[in-house]
């Protein structure tokens, strides 16, 4: 009843050429995958030429930020309406590296995600704890507030939550599918005292260190419902691979 979800995150990776080159290899091994939403999220400055690309294929668009506001003295900063302008149809909003390194606290995040939607994007809302806080047993504790604080408000029909574990970002650590399952359960538990029975509808995809060779143990659990993949989503063999997860 949820389809499934594989996204790519690039981070602070590929020109334009790049990406143009990696869509040309990727769009014909994707264009059959039935049943999964399939989303690439560049860079700003590559949002444009890459939606040209996308124009009535399979893969969607997806920005890694947006600003709250809609126009005015926000230097630097781009606009929801801004990312649909150049064919966006989603937007990454919470990455642990926004909160870590440009200080975006749940309320700012908040304030993305409305904005967002109201704009007419889909977000991806991504939550995660960190090794010290899992060590210290503080897990459920920060996803909740980082959820009650990130999602108050939203209508929650557009938005996908991605479970992001700050420790198995980038590091090769891969949850185990049953680590992965027991926190993507808590958070489909917390998502049913904010939402109700809305949560049941709800995809919660895993990210960190996913890839080809680990893809369809997460995706067999019964609350993942989706990838955020980086390294493993940068060359489009292994993005395909990810794609098309249930023949791995
Ligand atoms: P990796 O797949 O490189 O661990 O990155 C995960 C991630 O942060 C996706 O948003």
Not at 25 to 43: G, M, Q, R, T, Y
Not at 89 to 112: M, P
Not at 205 to 222: F, H, I, Q, T
Request: glycine letters at 10%.
């Amino acid at each position: 009843m949820r389809t499934p979800v594989i996204a790519a995150n690039w981070k602070l990776q590929k020109t334009v050429k790049e990406t143009e080159d990696f869509l040309d290899a990727l769009i014909p091994e994707v264009k059959d995958a039935a049943d999964v939403e399939i989303v690439v999220a560049p860079v700003f400055t590559v949002l444009m030429s890459a939606g040209r690309k996308m124009e009535g294929t399979n893969v969607e668009l997806c920005a890694q930020d947006v600003y709250f506001e809609e126009s005015g003295a926000f230097t630097g900063e781009v606009a929801p309406s801004m990312l649909i302008d150049v064919g966006c149809k989603r937007v990454i909003v919470g990455h642990s590296e926004r909160r870590q390194y440009f200080n975006e606290d749940d309320e700012t995040l908040n304030r993305k995600a409305a904005a967002s939607l109201k704009a007419g994007l889909r977000v991806i809302f991504c939550c995660g704890e960190s090794l010290g806080q899992r060590e210290a047993g503080k897990t459920n504790e920060h996803l909740s507030g980082q959820l009650t604080r990130g999602l108050k408000g939203l209508d929650m029909d557009r938005v996908d939550v991605a479970y992001e574990p700050i420790w198995a970002i980038g590091t090769g650590k891969t949850a185990t599918p049953g680590m992965a399952q027991e926190t993507h359960a808590f958070i489909r538990s917390h998502l049913k005292s904010m939402f109700g029975g809305k949560a049941d509808a709800i995809r919660i995809l895993y990210g960190g260190s996913v890839k080809p060779d680990n893809v369809k143990g997460l995706m067999e659990c019964a609350d993942i419902d989706g990838a955020l993949v980086g390294g493993a989503s940068l060359k489009p063999d292994s993005f395909a691979k990810l794609v098309n997860f249930r023949s791995q």
